[in-house]
């Protein structure tokens, strides 16, 4: 049995099956369904050891990451997620049962809270590294691309941020850090936000990289600008615990790691997407001007000479 | 510009502009336009240096490879390749100019043949390791599994065996070695092949780890044995210069790195599969039969006391 048949086999046991999957794992390639008329999304990332986790993260939340970080990419495009396919290269020191029962239950889980089916993967000796393709649906032109800001839109987030940049800093066990680690090891891609805001967003990015990274790359597609009141970057209580406005600053902006969404919508839609989200908090942050280049605002409106930016991975 | 960035510009020069991309690189996904009613075919292979293939390999054909490989699975499902994202993991020795042009020329060359269009990807840093993930279609019903094999079938391969595991041991400069060093490291996936044979072959399988090991997934999936005539595998004139019989059939069954397809057809469609492959060679190596097991026999049809097996990645 490979080490891909066995990931399967724990897999089996907690995905059910899709009648949109004609042909799962276990040919030369899977055969899938679209929905009829629909388009289809398609992202890929890896995640390394050691780069994008530490080496000392449970097997469960290196699974769990791993879909989780593709389904984000999902959500951003608003997107319904419907498949994906795993390649996994492992130490054969990792290739025994308890580490990869462990993977894949992380994996699984996050997979059946949302409703996606692992349909293909490979397996390869090396480096513990894992690339995870993910698709999705999406009716025509429904996409929230990157490129659709428009003057005057509200800039907003999702939930919080800061939260797994401070708990990668912190080795410190206080209060919150276990609400603090689990934001950092299973990030909740916000699927249901993404769709919710069909429509509504003119532009969306996912927030891997940090707000200040992430939001330059909505403003170059769109060829706008943008300004952003720091004292209104929504955080965590447990995030709150930590007194350096500095420090949060660079936490909230740099930090990376979110999976909020940042989105541009315009003001009169703005009460329409917070009903649609519900419980999810939609934060307002600032607003896309024409003039080009991302500028900080303090609470008294001062412009702050501050030059964030986004964690830079080596090469994305 | 990251590496990804890099490798686009260059795959920009090569690669014509799709119509079913309805949004390519950039963005959070791809947004691609499946053509009306087929199904989707998805696969993903990892390619790593030193293991799959030799340290010295040039960029430009691990570029070729990398993709190769993975239209090759497509073939063998009768699907028409489309789309691929590109996972690269590089070390910062390789991320220069000189190593990512020659990556991505081997890469689009290959895309521009088969028309395939690259719409994502990722790069980061570790030892060199491809991922990528190709997409096709197919119309609904048509592809080509590997449980369709019935007894009665005969067994056939596309081109000729052993090529490419003959240049990975030979280091001798001889006449031929060129054309050996082509199979291995610039395969032809078999594409026009497995769209001429759908409706015609009961099963399939794309040749990568070797015919014994991959003609046993054949018979595993159908339930079914076969039998398989050593003399009649194909070789190229370059291969035919090696002499030793007992070394042929070990780079032949058990060598891999064919990507070759091998085909279970029933006798009565054998004159139109060939009529449809016009210059590509077919050749009946033997028969499905209903014990289950894989039988080699000689040139008088006599069974050989053999346990050949296809070449065992570690969990590939």
């Known amino acids: 049995m490979t080490e891909f048949e066995l990931i399967q086999r724990y897999f089996a046991a907690q995905s059910a099956p899709r009648a949109d999957v004609a042909l799962g794992v276990g040919d030369d390639t899977a055969v899938l369904r679209p929905p009829p008329g ?46 994906f396919v795993l390649a996994l290269t492992l130490e054969p020191s990792r290739a025994h049962d308890a580490w990869l029962a462990a ?25 513990l590294s894992i690339t995870i393709t993910a698709l999705g649906t999406l009716p025509p032109g429904a996409a929230l691309r990157r490129s659709g800001a428009r003057v005057g839109d509200v800039v ?28 950092l090891n299973r990030p909740a891609p916000r699927i249901e936000a993404g769709l919710a805001l069909r429509g509504l967003a003119n532009a969306a990015i996912d927030l891997s990289d940090g707000l200040a990274g992430d939001l330059r790359h909505i403003l170059q597609a769109s ?38 969404l940042c ?37 008294r409106g001062k412009p702050l000479n501050l030059d964030l930016h986004g964690y830079r991975h080596f090469g994305d």
Chains 1, 2 share one sequence.
């Open 156 to 183: 907003c987030v999702t939930g919080t941020l800061g939260d797994a940049a401070l708990a990668l800093r912190s080795a410190s066990a206080t209060a919150g850090d276990e609400y603090l680690r689990a934001r």
């Open 223 to 260: 060829g706008v600008g943008a300004e952003i009141e720091i004292d209104t970057l929504p955080m965590s209580a447990a995030f709150a615990r930590l007194h350096d406005p500095a420090e949060r600053l660079r936490l909230q902006a740099c930090g990376g790691d979110d999976y909020e």
């Open 103 to 127: 993977f894949a239950e992380g994996l699984a889980r996050l997979a059946y809270e949302t409703g996606v089916a692992l349909v293909g993967g490979d397996t390869t000796r090396g480096a």
């Open 263 to 299: 989105l541009c919508i315009p003001p009169d839609r703005l009460t329409q997407a917070r009903t649609r989200l519900g419980a999810l908090p939609l934060t307002e942050i600032g607003r896309i001007r024409g003039e080009p280049g991302l500028v900080w605002r303090d609470a």
């Open 38 to 83: 629909e388009e289809l999304a398609v992202t890929t990332d890896t995640l390394i050891e050691g780069r994008h986790f530490p080496r000392d993260t449970a097997p469960g939340d290196v699974g769990w990451k791993a879909l989780a970080v593709n389904l984000s990419d999902l959500a951003a495009m608003g997107a319904q997620p419907r498949w």
